[in-house]
Structure formats: C-alpha cells, structure tokens
C-alpha cells in the first residue's frame, strides 16, 4: 500500500479518564511522550499502527478519533487535498524534530491527518588511522 494508516490519535476533554478507560478495556499501556507531557503515547504491544491521546486542540474540536496517513510531503499532500476541494484544518506543522502532521477534511467534512517522518541524518563513515 503506498501511503499507509501509520498512527491514530484521541482528542479529549478527560485525558485521564481516556488513558484509564483504554488501558483498561484493552490493556494498553499509555505513558506520557518523551518532551510532551500533555500528549500520552499509546503502547499495544504488538507491532501495529502507533496511537497517542491528547487534550483537544481548541475548544470547536470534537472528542474524537483520528486516523494518520503516511505521505512522502505533508504540505504537497495538503495543497492537493485543497486542489481537490478539501479543506485545510490544521496547516503543516513540524513535531519536535520527528516529522511533520497536518490535517484536512474532505469534501464531505470527514477528518483525516497526514504524517511525514523526518529524514533520516545519515553519518559520515569514522576515519581509521593507518
């Protein structure tokens, strides 16, 4: 599949009682992000699509889930997504080093998030001495 599901993401009102209520239904273990104490990282234990939770962004966002999609350029992907008569909800914006997000709605109003990775910096060889 070219541009996967790759992580989903709760926005909530009660950022407590969502960690104790999903741990709880499906023995998730969500522990807060590295340098991101408001934002919670969900842990499955299997290799799967990756989750997180976090409080609403403004007070007009809905509780909700919403699904993240691997693109190879989030703000290519979101001036298409407008070409296309989707709408920009949240414009591209980077994650503390690790990639990028941004959000849009399609025609019908339906959500959807795209995800790039950040490059990986690649290391010059170690010189030996001869």
Known sequence: MPNPFVHVELSTDDLSGARKFYGALFAWKVAPAPHMPTYLMIDTGKKSTGGGM???PMPEA?????PYVEVADVKKTLAKAKK?????VVDAQPVGGMG???VFSDPRGAMLGVWSAAP???RA???TRR
């Open 125 to 127: 060889p170690k010189k």
């Open 120 to 122: 990986k910096k690649v």
């Open 54 to 56: 976090q409080p609403r």
């Open 62 to 66: 809905p509780t909700a889930w919403l």
């Open 84 to 88: 296309l008569g989707g709408t920009i």
């Open 100 to 102: 990028a997000i941004g």
